[in-house]
Nanobody, 121 residues
Framework: QVQLVESGGGLVQAGGSLRLSCAASGRTLSWFAMAWFRQAPGKEREFIVGISTSGLTRYADSVKGRFTITRDNEQNTVNLQMNTLGPEDTAVYYC???????????????WGQGTQVTVSS
């Protein structure tokens, strides 16, 4: 069993940055494809970025050029650096892990509890 725990969310002004971290226990994250999703109030959960076991990444157009996903295998974490944040980025952010990389949330077996990111204008 894998437990995922996100951290690093909070309140930031528009134009600012945050770094989210997803820590794992129970298994080594390098074995899994990992992704970050987010869900804003009244909206469906959406894929924003993913990284395969080989390190290939894919970004949603809405975050491309502003967000960066990285793995830290020593710390057994997956991190999300978010720059140039805007109010439209306000959401609960979730990390997810699965055997295969996908933009479909149904492909992921393990989920964190989510961390709130709020961007004020």
């Amino acid at each position: 069993q894998v437990q995922l725990v996100e951290s690093g969310g909070g309140l930031v002004q528009a134009g600012g940055s945050l770094r989210l971290s997803c820590a794992a226990s129970g298994r080594t994250l390098s074995w899994f494809a990992m992704a970050w999703f987010r869900q804003a109030p009244g909206k469906e959960r959406e894929f924003i970025v993913g990284i395969s076991t080989s390190g290939l990444t894919r970004y949603a157009d809405s975050v491309k050029g502003r967000f960066t996903i990285t793995r830290d295998n020593e710390q057994n974490t997956v991190n999300l650096q978010m720059n140039t944040l805007g109010p439209e980025d306000t959401a609960v952010y979730y990390c997810a892990g699965g055997r295969f990389f996908s933009v479909d949330s149904r492909s992921y077996d393990y989920w964190g509890q989510g961390t709130q990111v709020t961007v004020s204008s």
